[in-house]
């Protein structure tokens, strides 16, 4: 375990010299790695892990990501843990930070803005302390160096002469995780008007960042079709063209039941498709898992 950290800071200089195509240290920091540090993550059907030593070339600075696929499955978006390495190996850098690619490509030369601004948003919402507001610098001049820097939310330091046994890196992590587990929740807006507990909340952000994950939507639908499951409304019967492929997911699991951290999604049974109107209600209702009472109140009103 102690390897993710440790062999780059001792090899990746040496290796760079080197061919990049097939080397051993780059296809370990985009497998290997990465999977070791899946094995500590507490639910590994939700995170996913990923390294790279750069595309087609060395990069300055390689870095291993650990992503929540509620929220992004690429490191080129959103905001997720990733460790990122100086471009001398003097250190490595345990980061909360933001996916520059999306941003650099949108924004364009206001992208270092941007991201300076969001991560300032992100820090004020979630509870951190002072050695937590660490700067990066990886020591490097590139243009991704350059936004990593500025899209860093908190961070801490390894240096290559202190880095941490298994025990401290494990305990870091899950610590990073659970930071990025209250961000989730936190930057996910739920009705402030209903009398809700901590609990009730963070389980009703979850189940608003489930429905609307676009990777678990396209699941729900290439499975379940198009077809309104409460009111057989079919958007191409009504809009031709217009309304193929369109349809809401909705989560059907009770809110009640979300555990918080660890959770598993059957995309066969706890999702209905909903037309616009139908999924607009069911959330009006007290329980909106209950698929059932929204079919029995369209019955009684047809």
């Known amino acids: 375990m102690d390897r993710i950290l440790r062999e780059p800071i001792e090899n990746y200089l040496t290796q760079k010299q080197l061919t990049f195509a097939g080397n051993q240290l780059a296809d370990r920091l985009r497998n290997e790695f990465p999977n070791l540090l899946a094995q500590i993550l507490p639910d590994q059907s939700r995170y996913k892990v990923a390294g790279s030593p750069g595309k087609g070339n060395w990069t300055d ?41 999306e941003v650099r490509e949108y924004y364009r030369r206001d992208a270092k803005n941007v991201l300076k601004l969001r991560a300032e948003d992100f820090r004020a919402k979630i509870d951190i302390d002072e050695n937590d507001l660490l700067e990066i610098d990886l020591n490097s001049n590139s243009s991704n160096a350059k936004l990593y820097k500025a899209g860093n939310i908190i961070a801490k330091y390894y240096s290559a002469d202190n880095l941490p046994n298994v025990a401290e890196l494990t305990a870091d992590v899950l610590r990073f995780l659970h930071l990025y587990e209250e961000l989730t929740f936190n930057d996910t ?8 507990t901590a609990i009730e909340k963070k389980q009703y952000r979850l189940h608003f960042r489930i429905e609307r994950n676009s990777g678990v939507s396209k699941k729900v639908k290439d499975f379940k079709g198009y077809i309104c499951e409460a009111c057989d409304f079919n958007f191409v019967d009504k809009y031709g063209e217009l309304g193929r492929q369109f349809i809401a997911a909705h989560h059907l699991t009770p809110i009640a039941n979300l555990g918080i951290g660890q959770f598993q999604i059957n995309i066969q049974t706890d999702f209905a498709v909903l037309c616009s109107n139908c999924h607009s209600m069911i959330h009006r209702l007290d329980d909106p898992s209950d698929l059932e009472q929204l079919r029995q109140n369209i019955m009684q009103n047809e």
Do not use: C, H, R
């Not at 499955?73 to 250190?91: A, C, E, I, N, R």
């Not at 807006?189 to 809700?196: A, F, G, N, R």
């Open 189 to 196: 807006q739920i009705d402030e008007k209903k009398d809700l």
């Open 61 to 101: 600075n390689p870095w291993i990501a650990i992503l929540d696929t509620l929220i992004t499955d690429t490191p080129q978006s959103g905001y997720y843990p990733v460790f990122l390495f100086k471009s001398d190996m003097s250190g490595v850098y345990l980061s909360l930070n933001q996916g520059v690619t």
